[in-house]
């Protein structure tokens, strides 16, 4: 584990943790063999462009193509993530209405270029995730 991350390293030691204390629980082992102590990870804080740097990316991303400048718009102005946007079909747009209905997220990582991202179908957002904007 040691090329990983302190919030990589967390998750797995977090499982770890929760299935020693299982496998005590279920007589499998008698006691805890180890402490598991998780490790310190740094807040990180996003940044996020000031009003007149999303202007000129919306503009550039305008002059650009229709697609890229959806794609800005999307999460700029309705604040869809990446995978969001992959998972978008167009049941989930109401014109009538001007609403979105953002249900379904798709990771982006696993495809190889932006035609699949788009074919590919998204895997359920939970129900309490689920939003309309």
């Known amino acids: 584990m040691g090329t990983k991350g302190a919030k ?13 204390k299982k496998a005590v629980d ?3 082992i008698d ?6 102590t998780l490790l310190p990870v740094p807040k990180t804080s996003m940044s996020f462009y000031d009003f007149d740097e ?3 990316l919306v ?4 002059s650009l193509d229709a697609t890229a400048h959806l794609i800005v718009l999307l ?12 998972a978008l079909e167009w049941r989930d747009v109401d014109l009538a209405k001007r609403q ?3 249900q379904r997220s798709d990771s982006p ?3 190889r270029s932006l035609e699949t991202f788009w074919r590919r179908g998204g895997s359920p957002k939970r129900r309490s995730m689920a939003r309309t904007t």
């Open 8 to 20: 990589t390293a967390n998750n797995i030691l977090t499982v770890l943790n929760v299935l020693l």
């Open 26 to 28: 279920w007589d499998v």
């Open 31 to 36: 006691r805890m063999p180890c402490s598991v």
């Open 54 to 56: 999303y202007e000129r």
């Open 59 to 62: 503009a550039a991303a305008s």
């Open 75 to 86: 999460g700029g102005e309705a604040g869809l993530r990446c995978g969001e946007m992959i």
């Open 100 to 102: 979105l209905c953002v």
């Open 109 to 111: 990582w696993p495809c």
